[in-house]
C-alpha cells in the first residue's frame, strides 16, 4: 500500500490534500517512477475481455485488450517542466499541481520520449490509445458502470463548467474511480494518440488522436465517458488540453501455451498441459512434449463464480450450468492463482495479477498477467492448448451385461457391467432423467436413439477398486440390435478423462435355455399364449391381424410357422421369480411340433436371451 502523499503522481506539495480512507488501496502491480523530485504513480488497468466467439472451426476464441499502465493524474506543470524545460501552460491557468495545458498531440509525444530517456527506458512511456482511455476510465471494463469516471454524481468525481468557477483545479481533488485514477472526468480534456503505424514501425497515415474526458470548461454531458471531442489535428492547442501517460505493463511473453516445437511444423507443440483437479483447486501442468519433463505448474483456485460450479474441461449447455458449451473465468473475480517455473534448473514464482481463461471442449484458451515473487517483474502466459486428459474406448472391453437396478422399482436405472478377460471391469449406471426422450430401456429399438448426458440420462461409473467417475457430458447412442456407443467426459482421481466409441459395442445377455418348455395357456382368441419354462412364464400376445395365430405343429401346407417380435409379436414379457420384464426382440418359430427360441428380453432385471430348440408340449 502507497503511503498518502504518494496518491497523487507528479505533486510536489501534497499535505492539503485530502484522501478517503476507502481511497488509500493500490493493486500490487502498481508502479511508482520517481522523475526530478516528482513521483509517477501508475496505476495497473487489467485485461479487458472485449469479446468471446467461436471461429468457423467452432474454435473458442476469447478477444482480450493486453493489459497496460495508466498515470494516476494528469502531468502537472511541474513534472512537464522538470523534464523538457518549459511550461507552455496558459498564462491564465498556471500552477506547480495544475495539470498542464495548452499542448499539442506532438509535445505529448516529445514528453514521452524524454521521460522514456530520463528514466533509462525504450519505448516504455507512451500516451493511451483512445480503447485505453476509455477502459482505464471505466475501471477496466469494456462497459462502464457509471456516466462518468467513477460516479454517476459529477460532482463528487469531476470539475466542469457546472462547479469549477472557469478554472483549472489541482490533480486529484476529486474521487477517483475504482482502480485509482484522478481527474478522468472533468478538469482538462486529454489526449489519446491513435496513429497508425505499418508492420516495419514506419507511419500509416498521419500522426492522429482524440480527446477524452470533458475539462472544466464544458457541461456535465461532454464529462460522460464515452464523449470525445471530435478527432482533433496534432498541432490543436487549447487552454483545455491536457493528457496523461500510459505504459506496456508486460512485454515479455514468458509461456506460450500454443509454441510449435518446429516452427515449420505449427501442428507441433512443445508443450502438454494436463490438469489436476482437487476440490476447488487445479492444478496445470505444462510439461515438455518431448522429454515430459513438467517446467510450469500453473495453479488455479476456483473461487465463488455465477461461471462454473466446478471445474468442468467439456461444459454442455445440457448440464443446466452453462449458457454456451464453454465458459471464461477472470481472476480475481472467479479465481486466483499462482505459477512455479522450473526451467533450465532456473526458479520463480509468479503471482496470477490479471487475466482470463476459457474452456472449451477440453481445450484452454489463456491471457495471464503474472508478477515474479522475486523481482517483482511483469510478464505474460497466453496461447490456445487442447489438455491431456485419460483415454478409453469401450473396444477394449469384452463384453458388456445389463441390468436393471433391483432398487430402482421404477425401472429407469440400468446398470452395464463391463468385463476384461473374464473379470469385472467396471459397473456404468446410467439413468433416464425425467426428460429424457425414452421412459424405459430397451437395446432394441428400430432406429437409433441418442441419449444427452444431463438431459436424457445421468452417467456414473464405478471402477473394480471402488474409485467412480461422474461423467457431466457426452451422449450415448442405443444402436439397432442391441448395439451401443459412447462418448463421455468426466473426472477420475482428479483428473479429466474421455470414454469414445470408435465402433458401437453389442451388449452380452445371459443364456436361458427352453428346456422343458411347455404351452400353459392359450387365450381363447387365439392370440396370447403363455410358455411354462420350469416355472418362469413367458407370455406372449400376437398382433391382432388375423393371420396371426396361434400354430404349434403345422400341417402340411405350412410347414413352418414363425412368430417376430414387431412382425407377428406384438408384445411379450417373461416373469421370473415374480419380476416381469419385457421381451424386446428376437423370434420364434414351431415345426412338427418343435420350438426354436431366440427371444432377448429383461429376465429378473437381467438382460437375457432366451434360446433353444425343444419339443413343445401342449398342457391339457
Same mark, same amino acid.
Given at each position: ?45 487489467? @485485461? ?75 519505448? +516504455?512511456?507512451? %500516451? ?16 462502464? @458502470?457509471?456516466?462518468?469516471? /467513477? ?107 500454443? @509454441? ?41 483456485? #476456483? ?23 464453454? +465458459? ?58 487442447? %489438455? ?22 421404477? /425401472? ?19 439413468? %433416464? ?17 441418442? #441419449?444427452?448426458? /444431463? ?26 440390435? /442391441? ?58 400376445? %400376437? ?78
Amino acid at each position: 500500500m502507497l503511503l498518502a502523499v504518494s496518491l497523487f503522481s507528479a505533486c510536489k506539495d501534497d499535505k492539503n490534500i485530502f484522501i478517503p480512507e476507502s481511497m488509500q488501496q493500490q493493486v500490487s502491480a502498481d508502479a511508482t517512477y520517481p522523475v526530478n523530485g516528482y513521483n509517477i504513480n501508475m496505476i495497473y488497468v487489467p @485485461e479487458v475481455l472485449v469479446q468471446t466467439k467461436l471461429d468457423i472451426d467452432d474454435n473458442l476464441k476469447v478477444v482480450v485488450q493486453a493489459s497496460y499502465y495508466m498515470m494516476q493524474n494528469e502531468v502537472t506543470q511541474g513534472l512537464f517542466n522538470s523534464v523538457m524545460g518549459y511550461n507552455p501552460s496558459s498564462a491564465d491557468f498556471t500552477g506547480e499541481n495544475l495539470p498542464v495545458n495548452y499542448i499539442n498531440l506532438f509535445q505529448c509525444r516529445e514528453f514521452t520520449e524524454k521521460l522514456n530517456t530520463n528514466l533509462g527506458k525504450r519505448n +516504455y512511456f507512451r %500516451l493511451p490509445n483512445s480503447k485505453e482511455w476509455v477502459y482505464a476510465a471505466q475501471n477496466g471494463k469494456k462497459v462502464g @458502470e457509471y456516466l462518468y469516471a /467513477g460516479s454517476d454524481d459529477i460532482n463528487s468525481v469531476a470539475w466542469y463548467k457546472g462547479n469549477s468557477g472557469m478554472h483549472i483545479h489541482t490533480v486529484g481533488l476529486k474521487a477517483p474511480n475504482k482502480l485509482g485514477l484522478y481527474d478522468m472526468s472533468g478538469n482538462v480534456s486529454e489526449w489519446t494518440d491513435d496513429t497508425r503505424y505499418n508492420a516495419d514501425g514506419t507511419l500509416n497515415g498521419d500522426v492522429t488522436g482524440n480527446m477524452y474526458g470533458g475539462n472544466f470548461d464544458v457541461a456535465e454531458n461532454v464529462c460522460v465517458v464515452a464523449s470525445t471531442l471530435a478527432s482533433q489535428s496534432a498541432s490543436n492547442t487549447h487552454y483545455t488540453y491536457g493528457f496523461r501517460v500510459a505504459a506496456t505493463a508486460s512485454s515479455v511473453i514468458s509461456l506460450k501455451l500454443d @509454441e510449435p516445437t518446429d516452427i515449420s511444423k505449427p501442428e507441433s507443440f512443445k508443450w502438454n498441459i494436463t490438469p489436476l483437479v482437487a476440490g476447488n483447486a487445479c492444478n496445470f501442468k505444462v510439461s515438455d512434449s518431448k522429454t515430459g519433463d513438467v517446467n510450469w505448474n500453473i495453479n488455479l483456485n #476456483l473461487t465463488s463464480s455465477d461461471k462454473t460450479k466446478d471445474w468442468e474441461f467439456f461444459p454442455s449447455t445440457e448440464q443446466g450450468v452453462y449458457k454456451n458449451n464453454y +465458459y471464461v473465468l477472470e481472476v480475481g473475480k472467479d479465481i486466483t492463482g499462482t505459477v512455479h517455473k522450473n526451467v533450465a534448473s532456473k526458479q520463480d514464482t509468479y503471482d496470477i495479477v490479471s487475466g482470463f481463461i476459457g474452456i472449451k471442449s477440453g481445450v484452454v484458451v489463456v491471457t495471464f498477467t503474472i508478477k515474479s515473487t522475486t523481482t517483482g517483474q511483469l510478464e505474460t502466459i497466453k496461447g490456445s492448448r487442447a %489438455l491431456v486428459v485419460n483415454s478409453f474406448d469401450i473396444s477394449a472391453i469384452d463384453a458388456i451385461y445389463p441390468e436393471l437396478d433391483k432398487n430402482d422399482a421404477s /425401472g429407469r436405472t440400468c446398470n452395464l457391467k463391463a468385463f476384461i478377460k473374464g473379470q469385472l471391469h467396471s459397473t456404468t449406471e446410467v439413468v %433416464l432423467l425425467p426428460s429424457s426422450s425414452i421412459t424405459k430401456w430397451n437395446f432394441y429399438f428400430d432406429a437409433a436413439k441418442s #441419449l444427452t448426458i /444431463g438431459k436424457d440420462i445421468s452417467v456414473k461409473t464405478t471402477m473394480n477398486d471402488a474409485s467412480a467417475i461422474a461423467f457431466t457430458t457426452g451422449k450415448m447412442t442405443l444402436s439397432t440390435a /442391441g448395439r451401443i456407443a459412447l462418448s463421455a467426459t468426466g473426472m477420475y482421481k482428479g483428473v479429466a478423462c474421455a470414454v469414445t466409441s470408435k465402433a458401437a459395442k453389442k451388449v452380452s445377455t445371459q443364456e436361458y435355455n427352453i428346456t422343458g418348455v411347455q404351452v400353459k395357456t392359450v387365450g381363447p382368441d387365439n392370440k396370447l399364449c403363455v410358455f411354462d419354462i420350469a416355472g418362469n412364464m413367458l407370455s406372449i400376445r %400376437l398382433s391382432d391381424e388375423s393371420k396371426w395365430v396361434w400354430d404349434f405343429n403345422p400341417t402340411s401346407d405350412n410347414l413352418y410357422s414363425n412368430y417376430v417380435v414387431g412382425i407377428g409379436i406384438s408384445n411379450g414379457s417373461i416373469t421370473s421369480s415374480g419380476v416381469v420384464g419385457e421381451i424386446q426382440y428376437g423370434s420364434i418359430s414351431f415345426s412338427e411340433g418343435i420350438m426354436n427360441s431366440s427371444l432377448i428380453g429383461w429376465m429378473n432385471g437381467v438382460l437375457t436371451t432366451i434360446a433353444g430348440s425343444q419339443f413343445v408340449e401342449v398342457a391339457p
